[in-house]
């Protein structure tokens, strides 16, 4: 019966017969039930490594329009390779000064500043080895370094430029380890579904707009006098020759009086 020794970089796990005790330094497990620390590697291309969150475990990072989703100016296009131009995460339209919320709950691993940019990164909990983590960008941390976060919490403010995009947005990212992802793969698909698409599509594209959708325009009045005497139809016609014609036929068979009386005197 042998033992087994894994270390991580915060625990120690012992694993005897199947068993396996934590050592002193214990921090939040990683993945479902502590196990995704004792995995190993995860597959980089997934996002999660078990099932769909909830949507009370992951929240969009700004607000969009009446409290809805956000819209996504731009999306998520990686780079055929690493030294080619991409965009390594999703745009989303915001406003300066505008709260930044954590997307997923997690641990603040960078607060600082980047070339002159507000950069915010967190570590993404129970995500597997690696983890996963979002960045944030231009912003003004309001959360520090170490600090412990949930989903939806306020972690920074959207900063006044400088933006990449035509209007004021906020940059989101998505990596794990060195690979980058989707970050919309880290949101439930009924988070990505909420909200009318018509008016504000997940990835900023216009949506056809469904023709039971518009409103019916009023068809144009006529004077009551042209609505209560519509046209002459052909049986109509048809019928006012047929009546014409019977008429005819009926003075005709009716006795002239001069014949009548031509004959009378013939008789006498």
């Known amino acids: 019966m ?12 012992m694993r005897t017969a199947g068993r396996s005790t ?5 921090e ?3 993945g479902p039930a502590g196990a995704a620390g004792a995995r190993g590697t995860e597959d980089p291309a997934r996002a999660e490594p078990s099932a769909e969150p909830s949507a009370g475990e992951r929240s969009w990072p700004v607000a969009g329009p009446a409290g809805i989703r ?4 731009r999306g998520w296009d990686p780079p055929p390779s690493p030294w080619a131009a991409g965009h390594r995460g999703v745009d989303l339209a915001s406003s300066a000064g505008a709260e930044v919320l ?5 641990r603040v691993v960078y607060a600082g500043t980047v070339a002159g940019r507000g950069v915010l990164t967190i570590e993404v909990s129970r995500s597997g080895r690696p983890p996963l983590r979002t960045t944030y960008e231009p912003v003004h941390p309001t959360a520090r370094k170490g600090q412990h976060v949930t ?7 959207l900063q006044r ?21 989707d970050p919309l793969s880290l949101l439930p698909r009924s988070m990505l579904r909420s909200g009318p698409s018509r008016l504000l599509p997940v990835f900023g594209a216009p949506v056809p707009t469904d023709s039971r959708t518009l409103p019916r325009h009023p068809e144009p009045t006529e004077p009551a006098a042209h609505a209560r005497s519509p046209a002459p139809t052909t049986a109509a016609l048809l019928g006012t020759v047929g009546l014409a014609a ?11 009086p001069g014949r009548r009386a031509g004959g009378a005197g013939r008789g006498e």
């Open 151 to 157: 989903a939806g919490q306020r972690v920074a403010v």
């Open 2 to 13: 042998g033992t087994t020794v894994e270390r991580g970089s915060h625990a120690t796990t």
């Open 22 to 26: 934590e050592g002193p330094a214990k």
């Open 102 to 106: 954590a997307a997923a709950p997690g």
């Open 161 to 181: 430029g400088p933006f990449h995009c035509r209007a004021p947005c906020l940059h989101w990212g998505l990596r794990r380890g060195k690979a980058y992802l």
């Open 70 to 73: 956000p819209t996504v100016l």
């Open 246 to 256: 019977a008429a005819l036929w009926a003075l005709g068979r009716l006795p002239r």
């Open 28 to 30: 939040p497990a990683e």
